[in-house]
């Protein structure tokens, strides 16, 4: 015996009643899930776009902005200097100043590495990251290259930044990707 589910033109031509209720409740039930549904994208959708606005608030907020003019003041060899001063020496406590001036600098590949973090767990997309903040991170990775590896070098920590890596790495390729799709479409 097969049994099917009842179509709405089933239902209003029931003659017993059991059947017509259970028909109406069948119908009320899969509209009720797809309502339901559809809120939890909404929700997720608004939870992204709270997500997105967070992080584009960090990407902007003035002390990211002073991270950034830290880090070029200080450049990759000045930096590679100030991270020898910090953990070259695992017997020398760390000069207070010295501190200061890495917790500062720390704080846009900091950033970055958590936007890293969230896509590697799926919670954004590498498409939005790309859109939103590509090419600066791909420059960020190619700036903070020799700093982070001299880094896990002087620290023996291989996981030091890693994902600010990965990220680096993965807008680098998109990015050369999408001027590429850019530059063909424009060619005689």
């Known amino acids: ?30 509209v009720a899930a797809m309502l339901a549904l559809g809120s939890l994208v909404d929700a997720r959708k608004m939870r992204h776009g709270q ?16 991270s950034q003019k830290a880090f070029r003041a200080w450049g990759p060899g000045g930096t590679i200097k100030l991270i020898d001063e910090l953990w070259g020496d695992p017997s020398k406590i760390p000069n207070p100043k010295d501190l200061d001036q890495w917790y500062e600098l720390e704080i846009y590949p900091n950033l970055i590495e958590t936007i890293g973090v969230f896509l590697s767990e799926e919670i954004i997309s ?27 070098q002087v620290t023996h920590s291989c996981e ?28 005689p």
Do not use: C, N
């Open 160 to 187: 030091d930044w890693r994902y600010f890596e990965a990220i680096g790495l993965r807008m680098a390729v998109l990015v050369a990707d999408a001027r590429t799709r850019v530059q063909s479409t424009h060619l």
């Open 51 to 66: 997500l997105f606005a967070d992080l584009s608030r960090r990407w902007d907020d003035e002390r990211t902005l002073e």
């Open 1 to 30: 015996m097969i049994v099917s589910t009842p179509t709405i033109a089933d239902v209003l031509m029931a003659t017993d009643w059991a059947t017509k209720a259970a028909g109406i409740g069948s119908i009320v039930i899969a």
């Open 126 to 152: 590498e498409d939005m990251i790309l859109k939103l903040w590509g090419p600066p991170i791909m420059d960020a990775w190619k700036e903070w290259r020799e700093p982070v590896l001299h880094l896990r």
